[in-house]
């Protein structure tokens, strides 16, 4: 698993901030696809495919393994784990502050 | 609030993928502070600052409002919890999944 650092937190933001690569974590939640199927659900090229997948194994969204000349992709948990963990944080973080200042008043 | 349609998950997830944003929204978890706070606190300038906050009242992650000519900016929930949402359905469809698996296995 990544240290999730500041670069890693750029890295998974920045990969679900397009909706191709929502697009293909969605997908991959029912079970795991090719590169050509998942290209055909997108819409795109398998050129422009491989391009989102690699952004998002860089963060831990997807991996991907080859077999013979068909690399399949599966859904990596780790990157929406760390992403939900890091909002969960400050969400809580913040909504504590609220009720230490509901508990004065 | 928003609807949470592609472009604004699109908006939120790119307000994220950067580290000054992040730690506004970190700061902001800790109570309300004023644009001159917050670009101390990045060791930024306030226009830089500005900047940044448009993108994340943009996205509801920041509210803010001016009281004279000082701007107070809050933390907004509502970007949070859109955000945590969107990532808790995944990894819950994914979770889902795997435990049907091993119920046939």
Redesign the interface.
């Known amino acids: 698993m990544l240290k999730y650092g500041?670069e890693a937190?750029?890295r998974v933001?920045?990969a679900?901030?397009?909706?191709n690569r929502?697009a293909v974590?969605?997908r991959?939640?029912?079970?795991p696809s090719t590169v050509s199927e998942l290209a055909a659900h997108l819409g795109v090229t398998v050129a422009a495919t491989v391009q989102h997948l690699r952004v998002l194994q860089d963060s831990e969204l997807v991996r991907s393994e080859k077999t013979g000349r068909v690399r399949t992709c599966h859904?990596d948990?780790a990157g929406?784990?760390s992403?939900?963990a890091?909002?969960?944080r400050?969400?809580t973080?913040?909504?504590h502050?609220l009720d230490r200042l509901g508990a004065v008043r």
């Open positions: 500041p937190a750029d933001f920045h679900l901030a397009d909706g929502r974590v969605e991959l939640t029912h079970g859904l948990p929406l784990r992403a939900e890091w909002l969960q400050r969400r973080a913040w909504e502050r």
